[in-house]
């Protein structure tokens, strides 16, 4: 049985294991390939951080509830319906009085890396 509310649908995509051994700088790495889109989900509301080093970086972070998909943790996750795009940091499935749902951390950075 699915989770009984959803407020959005998110698309799951994951780079390929050769994306990853790619220098970012030398080659163009691979698109990320969809592994499932439409699964009804949950976002909470974002908290985040500012750090100034070397620049401006800003890293949101936020949970997500959804129904039970292939989910990995550094999969890209996308709100169907903002088109925000998260990295997925870790995730877990729960089965609770017949619900059996996923929950992850969710990540968003933006601007300086360091």
Not at 5 to 30: C, F, G, H, K
Not at 45 to 60: A, F, H, K, Q
């Amino acid at each position: 049985m699915p989770i009984p509310v959803a407020s959005t649908q998110i698309m799951v995509s994951r780079n390929s294991d050769l994306a990853r051994d790619i220098d970012e700088y030398e080659a163009t790495p691979p698109p990320p390939q969809e592994i499932v889109r439409d699964v009804r989900a949950v976002i909470s509301l974002p908290s985040g951080s500012n750090r100034l080093t070397g620049g401006d970086r800003i890293v949101y972070n936020a949970r997500l509830t959804c129904d039970v998909c292939d989910l990995q943790p550094m999969d890209l996750v996308t709100d169907q319906n903002s088109g925000d795009v998260w990295t997925c940091m870790w995730v877990r499935t729960f089965g609770l009085f017949g619900l059996k749902h996923q929950v992850a951390q969710l990540r968003q950075v933006s601007g300086a890396s360091s």
